[in-house]
């Protein structure tokens, strides 16, 4: 029978993370849980504070939705294919008038310490201090505590010598901080390689740029729209080889063979392409479009000094501009460690305790086979694993011992935040251990393929990007950015090469497979032998 408690279950932010959890508890029965929330309505730091006006949903809107988990709900018919900042917050809204969690929320909420006051297993608590919208300390008692604080907190900045000198105009390129008027015929040169550039590239374009230049120390590679409809329609995770081979379609119109990237790593028959990188993929096509028709152009290399609209690159190259962009990351928040009184991890829990799970979107990527570039998706197991040591924690004890284990290091300010591989390790180790939390979360993972498939079919969804990237041709004549008798480069993406690429896909898996019990079955007749 699953546990009962004293005091209510307290969670922290009330983003997708945290409303995920929310609606999970009451669809499992529990009602009784509290919500901080350091901001004034729902949505979470990414949607409420780092996210630009022009900002939009990389991926496709199949999948990004409070109720994932509920098989009958689909995205709302209102919302764009890859939805505007806004059209996310209210998504975020209407589902939290749905399920009442604004009665369980309190908002501008600043959660300064959760620490463990005795067993909590026998009769203990956990008391989260937490200034109040008057700045005023309270105290609440909770029996368990699921953290979900993100990854971003602050945006992450240069000090450039020169600066005085550049009379141009200098800002970042997250946190709605940009004067979108200053971009009209401007040269503008992005600083980093993340989602934000590629996202601010976009921006560029429709804000009349003339020239956008990306410096950044390392190219990292970005996601075509259809390769993450690709990934995110797969019932069984996409092998690394077809990923580059379908992002090799794109990058041809930038003059760039994936295959020799950096990131890329595999075999000599390529049966094992591995892909890593820091930063996750940016999902985009019209990042491609700008750096083939000239717009935009990547250089490698840093800021060595500013002159009068002049960056010096470390490299010896000048390049000319009126705007520096900084897309450099976000750091995590440095409090976060001593506010959870961490010592180490044990999988994503706080120092191995069942009622301490800490969710935060891993950052990079270091993978082989691709399950998809959407957040809820990678957010549903843990949600599913840890509401069920919510119900059982007894069980935790046998396998902490077992989960990838993550020591705090005291001269580094961000310790909770982990690796993919450690998240993939913990749910191989959980799911081969408790059968019952198994079942759950393999129903969980295939609603994936079918709410993205059922929201974006492919001639659909083809004819989208399609429409969209004519529109963005259209668009760059019409502006003055291209010229009126360019070429119109064709959408390097049709039905027939889509589908070979997953015929192809499906082989690889079926005989991966095949080789894997293949292997099994031999060493299991050795054994007999013996």
């Not at 940009?178 to 009209?184: G, H, Q, S, T, V």
């Not at 891993?362 to 694993?385: D, E, R, T």
Request: include cysteine; charged fraction near 25%; glycine fraction near 8%.
């Amino acid at each position: 029978m699953a546990r009962q408690y004293d005091h209510p279950i307290g969670i922290l932010g009330a983003g997708m993370g945290g409303m995920f959890h929310a609606v999970q508890l009451l669809k499992e029965g529990r009602d009784d849980f509290i919500m901080f929330e350091r901001f004034e309505g729902f949505g979470g730091t990414t949607w409420k504070d780092v996210a630009n006006e022009t900002t939009k949903l990389q991926t496709e809107k199949g999948t990004y939705l409070v109720d994932y988990l509920d098989p009958e709900v689909m995205p709302e018919d209102g919302m764009q294919t890859w939805p505007p900042r806004d059209q996310i917050v209210d998504m975020c809204e209407n589902a939290a008038g749905k399920h009442g969690l604004e009665a369980k929320t309190k908002f501008n909420a600043d959660v300064k310490k959760v620490e463990k006051k005795g067993d909590t297993l026998n009769g203990g608590y956990y008391q989260v201090e937490y200034s109040n919208e008057d700045d005023k300390t309270e105290f609440v008692k909770v029996s368990a505590f699921i953290a979900c604080p993100g990854v971003f907190y602050n945006p992450i900045d240069l000090k450039m010598e020169g600066k005085e000198l550049f009379d141009g105009y200098i800002t970042h390129g997250s946190y709605d901080s940009i004067n979108y008027d200053k971009l009209k015929d401007s040269r503008v040169c992005i600083l980093g390689h993340g989602g934000f550039t590629i996202e601010n590239v976009r921006t560029c374009v429709e804000k009349k740029a003339s020239k956008v230049y990306v410096l950044c120390r390392h190219q990292h590679l970005s996601g075509p729209r259809m390769v993450s409809w690709m990934v995110s329609g797969a019932p069984i995770p996409i092998p690394g080889k077809i990923v580059v081979d379908s992002m090799q379609l794109m990058y041809k119109l930038a003059g760039v063979d994936v295959w020799e990237h950096p990131v890329v790593s595999t075999n000599a028959d390529k049966t094992s392409t591995i892909l890593t990188q820091s930063t996750t993929f940016g999902v985009t096509d019209v990042y491609f479009l700008a750096r083939h028709y000239g717009i935009c152009e990547v250089v490698q290399g840093e800021v060595e000094k500013l002159s009068k609209h002049k960056i010096h690159v470390n490299t010896g190259r000048e390049l000319e501009c009126d705007v520096i962009m900084k897309c450099l990351g976000s750091t995590a928040d440095p409090n976060f460690d001593d506010m959870m009184c961490m010592e180490d991890l044990s999988g994503w829990w706080v120092n191995g305790d069942p009622l301490l799970p800490c969710v935060a979107p891993a950052k990079g990527v270091q993978a082989k086979n691709f399950g998809g570039f959407s957040l809820a998706p990678g957010y549903a197991g843990q949600v599913i694993a840890n509401l069920y040591f919510v119900d059982y924690p007894e069980r935790f004890g046998p396998v902490k011992d077992w989960l990838p284990k993550q020591k705090r290091d005291p001269d580094y300010q961000y310790n909770y935040i982990y690796k993919g591989a450690s998240v993939l390790a913990t749910m191989v180790i959980l799911q081969s251990q408790f059968p019952d939390l198994a079942e759950k979360t393999q129903a969980a993972d295939l609603l994936k393929s079918k709410k993205h498939l059922e929201t974006h079919p492919l001639e659909k969804h083809l004819s989208q990007c399609t429409e969209e990237w004519h529109m963005y041709i259209k668009m760059m004549k019409d502006q003055g950015q291209i010229p009126k008798d360019a070429p119109e480069v064709e959408y390097p993406y049709t039905k027939e090469n889509m589908q070979s690429l997953l015929d192809e896909s499906e082989q690889m898996v079926k005989k991966e497979y095949e080789t894997r019990m293949a292997k099994m079955n031999k060493k299991a007749g050795g054994y007999a032998a013996k």
